[in-house]
């Protein structure tokens, strides 16, 4: 069985600052990929990054990065330059099973302060 | 593309009720999935389907049902509807690339809530 562990309910950052959200995984799998998705007070899920469990470079979208450590279990996300519409709530995930299902950790809330 | 649309986007139900929540998408994905997520928490898979006509249960399939007569559509039914089945309800599809990719395309949701 998988399982993924958020251990932040809630984090603070200035406006303009750098982030990491936590985030530990656990697998006998080999082969897994790891997302971060992003929820906003709307609701939607909004893909963010992605983590192959073979990539050996950490994955970058734009301001979002992912440290992978995989000795570690953990891939966490890191938000550089917080900007107000970054407050969310933001779920780590892992894929696998037959049907390479996700599943997904209890969450962290995210404010960035003005 | 509309990509992953879910009906209703709201409904409150008496308990004992019955009612289908839709999801469709139009990406021609083979994987189709439901989720659920509970007030201040993650979502948790309830059925997934890799094809019409395959289904399969999830983390927390009981009082659900689901069927899949097409690619497209991915009906989920509640039946005697209960307190506990309050929750925002995702629908979300996919077409894994390989073992390890699989990013979900998620609909808005349905907020449901049973009283």
């Known amino acids: 069985a998988q399982k993924i562990t958020q251990t932040q309910p809630g984090m603070f950052v200035q406006e303009k600052e750098a982030v990491t959200l936590d985030c530990t995984y656990d697998?006998?799998?080999?082969?897994?990929?790891l997302f971060w998705y992003k929820q906003p007070s709307s609701g939607e899920m909004i893909f963010l990054i992605y983590?192959?469990?073979?990539?050996?470079q950490n994955a970058t979208e734009g301001r979002y990065s992912l440290n992978f450590q995989k000795a570690r279990k953990s891939a966490n996300l890191v938000i550089s330059a917080s900007q107000l519409g970054d407050s969310a709530m933001y779920f780590c995930?892992?894929?696998?099973?037959?049907?390479?299902?996700?599943?997904f950790g209890s969450g962290t809330q995210l404010t960035v302060l003005p | 593309n509309a990509g992953v649309t879910q009906t209703p986007k709201f409904r409150i139900l008496k308990i004992g009720q019955s009612m289908t929540l839709q999801c469709t998408q139009d990406?021609?994905?083979?994987?189709m999935y439901w989720y659920r997520q509970d007030p201040g928490m993650g979502l948790k898979l309830i059925y997934y389907?890799?094809?019409?006509?395959?289904?399969d249960k999830g983390e927390v399939p009981n009082g659900y049902n689901v069927s899949r007569s097409t690619t497209e559509d991915f009906p989920l039914r509640l039946e005697l509807a209960a307190p506990s089945q309050t929750s925002v309800y995702f629908c979300?599809?996919?077409?894994?690339?390989?073992?390890?990719?699989?990013?979900?395309?998620f609909g808005p949701g349905t907020r449901l809530t049973v009283l």
């Open positions: 979300a599809s996919s077409t894994p690339f390989r073992v390890s990719y699989n990013e979900q395309f």
């Open positions: 697998t006998s799998d080999q082969s897994y990929g």
């Open positions: 983590q192959g469990s073979y990539d050996e």
């Open positions: 995930a892992m894929s696998g099973g037959s049907a390479r299902q996700l599943t």
């Open positions: 990406m021609n994905h083979n994987y």
């Open positions: 389907s890799v094809g019409a006509g395959i289904t």
